[in-house]
């Protein structure tokens, strides 16, 4: 039973995530979120489009289930595993967040890293991918905030 509820929040885990994310768009709806929005999806998209791109081909790592014999994937996943995709994309939304809201970038951050896990439960991923994924996300998302804020300020 837990397997396949595992395999289901690793298989759709992004999906409900960004379905959280547009809830707190809606939560707050003030004119200042387009900034916020672009910014955020910049932020994604350099994550994972190029940051998690570029490291898959550089670290070329198998996935766990393919390099370990004793590692059965209960999802299958193609491609490299090191920087997690999904942990990038999600810390990074929820760091764009965080510093907006602390209350509901809290409840992302738990969020990122519940979802994260399950990645590694299922198989598709190393704990060090979600750590990469985790770390980078953040960092990435911390800059394009701060330069939103002072491109904003200004």
């Keep these: 039973m837990f397997a396949k509820l595992f395999a289901f929040l690793a298989n759709y885990s992004i999906i409900i995530f960004l379905i959280v994310f547009v809830l707190y768009l809606f939560y707050h709806p003030e004119l200042r979120h387009r900034t916020f929005l672009v910014y ?21 790592r198998p996935r766990p289930s393919i390099a370990l014999t004793s590692v059965h994937a209960l999802i299958s996943e193609a491609g490299y595993s090191m920087p997690s995709g999904h942990a990038l994309v999600f810390f990074t939304l ?36 979600i750590l990469v994924g985790a770390v980078l996300g953040i960092a990435i998302a911390f800059i394009m905030m701060r330069i939103m804020r002072k491109n904003y300020a200004s």
Excluded at 45 to 50: A, D, K, N, T, Y
Excluded at 100 to 128: P, Q
């Design 40 to 60: 955020t999806f910049i932020s994604a998209f350099i994550s994972r489009g190029i940051f998690g791109t570029v490291l898959k081909n550089l670290f070329a």
């Design 94 to 129: 929820a760091t764009c967040i965080y510093m907006r809201d602390k209350r509901w970038g809290a409840w992302m951050f738990g969020l990122a890293t519940f979802f994260s896990l399950t990645r590694v439960l299922v198989g598709a991923h190393y704990m060090s991918d």
